[in-house]
């Protein structure tokens, strides 16, 4: 409702504009506003980033460009993230302290955003018209990205509901040290109805938990931070930043993760609940973005992953104190969604499948912009579910550039199989296996990649004493898949199947279509935009 009166009111302003004289018309100002960086968080120097003539603060994260897992010692290298509100557009101006050339992107593609570079000025300079996730490869090198994460301007602060237990995070850094609401073990423990607020300039070193809770909200726009914990998976050292347990009626909501020391999201056994517009970045093993794990109508929203591990995962797990007892999974929704996939899948249901019922899973408008290690859309079902009903629908991939490192010859763009699998099927407890039917993957359009991308889809006959029987891979429909301006039909050259598959089928419509940006402006209501700009105060009371 809030959006249709802005535009209304847009629209009226317009028609008032287009009824006066020309030396009456007044345009409106365009506005950004930014919040300083906390005292003791990592800083990023190596750019200078300017929103028109203010400098922009930017925060130091840590990426994984290796595709070698590693259970420790990480080679990591330093990204920059800057964070404002906009209302209008903004000239942005990087000023890089080496040479610069004319290969700098930014994504996402569809953003239709082009760097200008002045290499006497060593700058690059572009327009941000809209809010959204930005991604710009200096040079167009991947070692080099600066990720811009801008928001709507923000008119009146938030303030808490009514019968809400509040817990607010403001501007700074807060440590156990620091702040009393976290833990002697850097943990905020969360119980029903308590809502937490990550003010816009606060970064938070600690983890959220809750079990057996709900009505629970995580919202605004600040960072959880997992800098300074150790991740070694060789002693199962981890700090998760969200892990909820058997909740329901969880709203997570704008703010960020950077650097988890483990998986960023943990959803288990999560019903009823949504996350939108987070952004998260991680570097070291099982660096999952967001893992939803045994869930029913979860949807997911908005959000930016670059991760050193699956990006979006779905998976069955029993439960912990008495695994005869098995997981379900059903109705979950990620979409509007922009990804990055240094380790691992981009878009992955498995190996974890315990528990027969895997239903209505959907991924939809996603942008994958790279994905360098193993498929983008994966299948792997190592347990005994029936997976039923799964759609990827208006995905583009930028880049796919699968079978770095130490993925091998697994340089699949697509992976449906089920398979018993020596590291994973086993390792929670013993099933037999199970199914894949009725998975749809339609307007899905490959810009950039390897020069093949295999297809493979495979059933398997179980040999295991005790589970002897077959396994069926069925109902399979791809509909206009384009890899690099190549429509894939069924004589596609790259196409694997395998035993115990029925009822595939490969058909192109002539259509070239995958995710769409999602503009928070028309060009209408932005040509109601001057060129003066205000920068408005970071002030959050």
Request: proline content about 3%.
């Amino acid at each position: 409702m809030k959006k249709i009166l802005q535009v209304f009111c847009l629209l009226t302003l317009c028609i008032l504009l287009i009824g006066c004289n020309s030396d009456e018309v007044s345009l409106l100002e365009n506005r950004v506003r930014f919040y300083p960086l906390p005292e003791g968080a990592e800083e990023y120097t190596k750019e200078e980033v300017y929103l028109g003539d203010a400098r922009l603060p930017m925060y130091s994260v840590k990426v994984n460009t290796s595709q070698v897992w590693t259970a420790e010692n990480y080679q990591r290298i330093e990204n920059g993230a800057g964070f404002f509100e906009l209302d209008g557009k903004v000239t942005v101006t990087v000023k890089v302290h080496d040479a610069i050339n004319y290969k700098s992107k930014l994504r996402p593609l569809a953003a239709g955003i082009i760097p200008i570079a002045d290499i006497e000025a060593q700058t690059l300079t572009f327009e941000i018209a809209s809010a959204g996730e930005y991604v710009l490869e200096i040079n167009g090198d991947l070692r080099r990205a600066l990720y811009f994460f801008v928001s709507e301007f923000e008119e009146t602060p938030y303030k808490p509901e009514d019968g809400q237990n509040f817990i607010y995070f403001g501007p700074g850094l807060h440590t156990k040290e620091s702040n009393p609401q976290i833990s002697s073990n850097n943990t905020v423990t969360l119980s029903s109805n308590t809502t937490v607020f990550l003010a816009p300039g606060a970064v938070v070193r600690a983890k959220f938990y809750a079990r057996n809770a709900e009505n629970i909200k995580i919202l605004g726009g600040g960072i959880i931070s997992g800098s300074t914990f150790e991740r070694n998976a060789r002693t199962g050292t981890a700090t998760i930043p969200i892990e909820f347990n058997h909740c329901k009626n969880v709203e997570l909501s704008d703010f960020s993760i950077f650097d988890p020391a483990g998986w960023a999201v943990n959803f288990y056994y999560i019903n009823d609940s949504k996350i939108n517009n987070l952004k998260i970045i991680s570097s070291r093993s099982n660096g999952d973005g967001i893992s939803i794990q045994s869930c029913k109508n979860i949807t997911v929203d908005g959000c930016f992953v670059r991760s050193w591990d699956d990006s979006l995962v779905v998976k069955n797990y029993p439960l912990w104190e008495n695994r005869s007892v098995h997981g379900a999974t059903e109705n979950i929704t990620f979409k509007n969604c922009t990804i990055w996939t240094d380790l691992a899948q981009s878009m992955e249901i498995g190996y974890e499948t315990v528990g027969k019922v895997m239903n209505n899973i959907a991924f939809e408008n996603i942008t994958v912009l790279h994905s360098l290690h193993k498929p983008v859309f994966s299948i792997h079902n190592g347990n005994n579910a029936e997976i039923n009903n799964v759609r990827y629908e208006n995905i583009t991939v930028e880049d796919a550039s699968m079978g770095g490192g130490d993925a091998g010859v697994n340089d699949e763009l697509i992976d449906f199989r089920v398979l018993y699998s020596e590291n994973w099927s086993s390792q929670h407890t013993t099933t037999a296996l199970g199914k894949i039917e009725n998975v749809l993957v339609k307007n899905v359009k490959v810009l950039a990649g390897k020069k093949t991308a295999k297809i493979r889809i495979s059933g398997c006959f179980d040999t295991r004493d005790g589970y002897q029987s077959k396994h069926y891979v069925s109902g399979i429909q791809i509909i206009n898949l384009t890899y690099k301006n190549v429509f894939v039909d069924e004589n596609y050259p790259y196409l694997l199947l395998g035993n115990f598959v029925s009822d595939v089928t490969i058909s192109h419509e002539g259509l070239i279509r995958g995710a769409t940006f999602v503009y928070t402006k028309t060009p209408q209501e932005l040509a109601l935009y001057g060129d003066e700009l205000i920068v408005c105060e970071g002030i959050y009371e």
